[in-house]
């Protein structure tokens, strides 16, 4: 038996308590007892030193690429490893420019780029008509993607107990959806700010064609400058920003919200959180979000009591973001012909991971999404019972 056929099949019995198989040099392995529920066809050698180094980054490298491709269903396949992620390899001193990567203004701008402004007739592909990049609510197993996500974004208003005359900051306010629909249902004055030039240009024309110039506001500025302004805000909303902030920038963040709302202001945090405080998974920081760190639910409510934020309700829409995902991977998959045309079969075939691997990843637990809803200070003026 060729050594490399040794090393990698002894590699993937870690991974036992699912049975596949594996075609290697023209010879099938099962791994795992019962009947193979996929194929690892593996078609170009994995190097030993990079499954060690990091098996996220290996095999998925591979996958792009094609060295390994899967017969069978994806998400099954991807549902078997990721459940036993804790036996994957991390040598986190190998990968140390990769993991702990600079978390200043000019950095992350680059990173916030690097996906977001992959450009927006790419995302229009296969995200609801609103641009919605977050988690939907669905409240019926009939839900559409876009009922989905307008019901999203009115949760989170209704949570934010809003009134005609409000002004609402939403940090980091993607294509501008959710200050429009709070401007045209509450009468509320919005300013939201992204780093995407993409978003913020998407975002103007919506303000344009819908007549809210003198309601709406986006501008293209970090949210570490808001401050300088001088403005403060009756209610602060941010959806999937907390991501790209940084564990270092954490205190920072809470901080600046807190000088930016009202004593006895609303604060709603949406963020996709991790089980712990680790720092990540390589191959996602490496070709998804360059820089991107999972808080962990317990680290940010620590620092919400540190800039006198009392948090009054914390809820988990894991689920809800499995099927968001398995909605844009589907959707995905109905425009990938067109994608491969335009940017190539490696690019497919790492968002297929992408989407694929995160639906699984909310599944099975792996990582979660929560909503904390806070005020600055006291505020006895709010309903009692969850008036949403």
Known sequence: ?????TFFVHYLHRFDKQCFNVILHGKTYTIGEGTPLFTVSVNKDIPKRELLNSTSLAMGEAYMRGDL?????????????????????????????????????????????SHYDLGND???????????????????????????????????????????????LDIGCG????????????GVKGYGCTLSKEQWKKGQERIEKLGLQGQVQIDLIDYRDLEAEGK????????????HVG????????????????????????????LDESVGNPWMRKYIFPGGTLPSLREIID?????DFRVIDVESLRRHYYKTLMCWYNNFQNVRDQVKAARGEEFVRMWDLYLCGCAVSFYIGNIDLHQILMTKGINNDLPMTRWY
Not at 134 to 161: G, N, P, W
């Open 232 to 243: 403060t805000y009756d209610r602060i909303v941010s959806v999937g920003m907390l991501e």
């Open 303 to 307: 620092r919400a009591y540190d800039y």
């Open 1 to 5: 038996m060729h050594i490399l056929d």
């Open 175 to 186: 294509w501008g959806y959710l200050l429009i629909e709070a401007a045209k249902t509450y």
């Open 247 to 274: 564990r270092s920038n954490y205190s920072l963040y809470m901080e600046t919200a807190s000088h930016l709302l009202k004593e006895g202001g609303l604060f709603l945090l949406h963020y996709i959180s991790g």
């Open 69 to 113: 491709t899967i017969e069978g269903d994806l998400f099954t396949a991807l549902k078997c490893f990721l459940s036993q992620s804790s036996q994957f390899s991390l040598d986190k001193s190998a990968l140390g420019r990769l993991l702990h990567t600079p978390e200043s203004k000019a950095c992350q701008k680059q990173q916030v780029s």
């Open 122 to 168: 790419f995302y229009k592909l296969w995200l609801d008509p609103s641009m919605s990049y977050s988690c939907a609510y669905f409240k019926h197993d009939t839900d559409t993607l876009e009922q989905a996500q307008h019901q999203k974004v009115h949760y989170i208003l209704e949570k934010l107990h809003l009134e005609k005359g409000m002004t609402l």
